[in-house]
Each structure stands twice: as structure tokens, then as C-alpha cells.
């Protein structure tokens, strides 16, 4: 890429923007198998062992930690969709931004006049 200008493809960010949005929706379906996966656990008891048993402590430790972690992971996946769902988005909307621009930008080259989207009472152009 030059140094001497910045540019952008609009048509490629709106296009781009579908694979970000299918990121967004794996990551949902991802969440969805882990709540489906703490479910069914919670109806199996504990894998790693018995707290109730006396001189399990590995048990006892771990039923310490690992619903809050569980928890934390389910929430860490549904912010990621979210926020991936939202990149999506501005990336769609500033990819019609542009080309809008560029068409605002062609429309006013080709009418030799900045003033040319204006009324005749000279109000309505873009400042």
C-alpha cells in the first residue's frame, strides 16, 4: 500500500462484512452447544467426584471453581457473538457510507459546481 493516499473498497466491506457475520453466528452456535452442555451435566452430578465423600478434596475444590468458570466461559461466548455481530454491522454500514460518498463525490465532479445538490432557493447541500 502507498503512503501518500488512504483508500477503500466499498463494495469488498459489505461483501467482507457476510464472513464476520458468519463468525458471529458460529460463535452463537458454539454457545448454545456449551449451554446445552452444562445442562446436561448439571443432570449428571459432578464428573470429577463425590463432594459429599469424605477425603475427596479434589471434588470439593473443584465444585469450588468450575461452575463460576463455567459460567463466565457462556457469558464470554455470548459477548463475542454479540460484539463480532457488531462489527459486522458497522463494517456493512461504513462500506455503504463510502459508496454513497463516492457517489455524492462523482455526482458533484461531473456537475463542475459543489453548490449543485442545492435548491434554487440555495438550501438542501451538503455542507
Known amino acids: 500500500m502507498s503512503s501518500e493516499h488512504l483508500s477503500a473498497l466499498p463494495e469488498g466491506m459489505t461483501r467482507d462484512s ?9 460463535t452463537a452456535k458454539i454457545q448454545e452447544e456449551h449451554r446445552q452442555a452444562m445442562r446436561a451435566r448439571e443432570t449428571q452430578g459432578a464428573p470429577w467426584g463425590d463432594v459429599n ?4 478434596s479434589f471434588a470439593k475444590d473443584y465444585d469450588k471453581v468450575f461452575p463460576d468458570l463455567e459460567e463466565a466461559f457462556s457469558l464470554y461466548l455470548s459477548y463475542l457473538a454479540q460484539v463480532t455481530e457488531q462489527a459486522a454491522d458497522r463494517l456493512w454500514e461504513t462500506g455503504r457510507n463510502l459508496d454513497t460518498t ?9 456537475s463542475g459546481s459543489p453548490d449543485a445538490n442545492r435548491g434554487a432557493d440555495g438550501s438542501g447541500g451538503r455542507r
Open 18 to 26: 457476510a464472513w464476520i457475520y458468519e463468525a458471529a453466528e458460529f
Open 102 to 110: 463516492e457517489d455524492e463525490n462523482v455526482h458533484v465532479a461531473d
Open 53 to 56: 465423600l469424605e477425603g475427596d
